[in-house]
Nanobody, 129 residues
Framework: QVQLGESGGGSVPAGGSLRLSCAASGDTYSSMCVGWFRQAPGKEREGVAAIRTGGGNTYYDDSVKGRFTISQDNAKNTVFLDMNSLKPEDTGMYYC??????????????????????WGQGTQVTVSS
């Protein structure tokens, strides 16, 4: 079982930036998929971005392409989500999630909630207009 610890949320005005971090432990980091998800009040949790830690392939939801970047520091077993040009609709609780020994998947699958077996506690992101 993978343990995940998130940090970096906060409150910013529209157009601002934030960096979220997700530190992973407890399993072989280099074979994981790690995803970032968000959930706004009253809405379902949705995939924002994902990365295959072994090859570095990245995946993004259309709503964040060009504004968010997912990256990793292999030495620290940490995945980052850099969020720029933030909009009020980006507001929500952000969660990182991981799947060990990540199998081949489509872009839609890897951004799906059901794929992931380990979840962090979440960090709040609030963007004011």
């Amino acid at each position: 079982q993978v343990q995940l610890g998130e940090s970096g949320g906060g409150s910013v005005p529209a157009g601002g930036s934030l960096r979220l971090s997700c530190a992973a432990s407890g399993d072989t980091y280099s074979s994981m998929c790690v995803g970032w998800f968000r959930q706004a009040p009253g809405k379902e949790r949705e995939g924002v971005a994902a990365i295959r830690t072994g090859g570095g392939n990245t995946y993004y939801d259309d709503s964040v392409k060009g504004r968010f970047t997912i990256s990793q520091d292999n030495a620290k077993n940490t995945v980052f989500l850099d969020m720029n040009s933030l909009k009020p609709e980006d507001t929500g609780m952000y969660y990182c999630a991981a799947l060990s020994r990540c199998p081949p998947m489509t872009a839609i699958q890897i951004l799906g909630v059901r794929v992931y077996s380990s979840w962090g506690q979440g960090t709040q992101v609030t963007v004011s207009s």
